[in-house]
């Protein structure tokens, strides 16, 4: 293919990167600004940018993680697995619908731990353990988010997810 004298050669993979890659670093730029809005110094010596959210309406973080964490206007909701926060166990033989709403109710206990509700979600990601269950899934998702406007949403199949549950769901939230 020939160009004409007076174009510009298009850039091709390796030097069209640069004008990409100018876009993604302006972009995460971005995000850490938003995310330190709140004013931190430097995240290695200053936490107060952000802080972690807990309740006892939600199960406990089985690891070294936060329930939820608020930074500035967005909160992150770490994934919900349907454990009953009561009895620290998955109810035996629960359906793909029971699990999808336990773990929902769990991702709005979090969320009203800081005086926020399932309307101020814009994004989900939510793991399946079957792919074959999204459509059941999907009818216990839309009673928790059913408006006009729902959260975005990725749904992945996992191989597996902790303690056998069939779906896991993470939240992001905007004051």
């Not at 399946?128 to 408006?147: C, W």
């Amino acid at each position: 293919m020939t160009t004409a004298p007076h174009s510009p050669p298009r850039p091709g993979p390796a030097e069209g990167g640069r004008r990409n890659s100018r876009r993604t670093l302006l972009a995460l730029g971005a995000a850490a600004v938003l995310i330190a809005g709140a004013g931190a110094a430097s995240a290695d010596t200053d936490h107060t940018w952000h802080r972690a959210i807990s309740t006892p309406d939600a199960p406990a973080a089985i690891g070294p993680y936060s329930q939820g964490i608020s930074a500035g206007n967005l909160v992150f909701v770490s994934g919900q697995l349907p454990i009953d926060p009561a009895t620290g166990q998955i109810p035996a033989d629960a359906s793909v619908e029971e699990q999808t709403r336990r773990a929902l109710r769990s991702v709005q206990a979090v969320l009203e731990a800081d005086r926020l509700s399932l309307d101020h979600v814009v994004n989900t990601t939510v793991y399946l353990a079957d792919l074959d269950d999204f459509a059941r899934f999907n009818a216990a998702y839309a009673e928790f988010f059913g408006s006009s406007a729902p959260p975005a949403r990725a749904t992945v199949e996992v191989a597996r997810l902790p303690r056998d549950a069939k779906v896991e769901i993470s939240a992001i939230a905007v004051r």
